[in-house]
C-alpha cells in the first residue's frame, strides 16, 4: 500500500510540476543556488533570511500546488495528510540533487 502510494505520489507530482516548465526550471535553479531548500513536510522555503519577493512567490506557488496533490492523494487513500506529506518528503529527499538543502531536524543541511 506504501509503495502505491508513493509511486501514485510520485507521478502527481511529475505531472503537476511537468505542467509549468518554466516554474520547474525556476524552482530547479532555486534550489541549485541554495536560495530554496526542501522541508521535511514535502514543502519548500527559502533558506536565507529575507528572501526577495521572487523567491517568496516561487516558495508560496510551489507549496500551493503542492499541498493541492498532497490533500487529493491524502484523500484518495483515505490517510492524513502529514502522513502524505512525509512520503513526500522522503521521496524528494531522494531526488534530491547534491548540493541542495535539504531539512534534518530543522536545520538545513546540503545533501
Request: glycine content about 8%; hydrophobic content about 45%; proline content about 4%.
Given at each position: 500500500?506504501?509503495k502505491?502510494?508513493?509511486?501514485?505520489?510520485?507521478?502527481?507530482?511529475?505531472?503537476?510540476?511537468?505542467?509549468?516548465?518554466?516554474?520547474?526550471?525556476?524552482?530547479?535553479?532555486?534550489?541549485?543556488?541554495?536560495?530554496?531548500?526542501?522541508?521535511?513536510?514535502?514543502?519548500?522555503?527559502?533558506?536565507?533570511?529575507?528572501?526577495?519577493?521572487?523567491?517568496?512567490?516561487?516558495?508560496?506557488?510551489?507549496?500551493?500546488?503542492?499541498?493541492d496533490?498532497?490533500?487529493?492523494?491524502?484523500?484518495?487513500?483515505?490517510i492524513?495528510?502529514?502522513?502524505?506529506?512525509?512520503?513526500?518528503?522522503?521521496?524528494?529527499?531522494?531526488?534530491?540533487?547534491?548540493?541542495?538543502?535539504?531539512?534534518?531536524?530543522?536545520?538545513?543541511?546540503?545533501?
Amino acid at each position: 500500500m506504501k509503495k502505491f502510494i508513493q509511486t501514485t505520489l510520485m507521478a502527481a507530482l511529475i505531472i503537476t510540476f511537468a505542467a509549468g516548465s518554466a516554474f520547474a526550471r525556476d524552482l530547479s535553479s532555486a534550489k541549485s543556488s541554495g536560495l530554496v531548500g526542501e522541508k521535511e513536510n514535502g514543502l519548500v522555503a527559502a533558506t536565507l533570511p529575507n528572501p526577495t519577493s521572487d523567491i517568496v512567490d516561487l516558495v508560496n506557488t510551489t507549496n500551493s500546488g503542492r499541498i493541492d496533490v498532497y490533500k487529493q492523494m491524502a484523500a484518495k487513500q483515505g490517510i492524513p495528510l502529514t502522513e502524505v506529506q512525509a512520503i513526500a518528503a522522503q521521496k524528494i529527499y531522494d531526488l534530491a540533487q547534491p548540493g541542495e538543502f535539504i531539512q534534518k531536524n530543522g536545520a538545513w543541511v546540503k545533501k
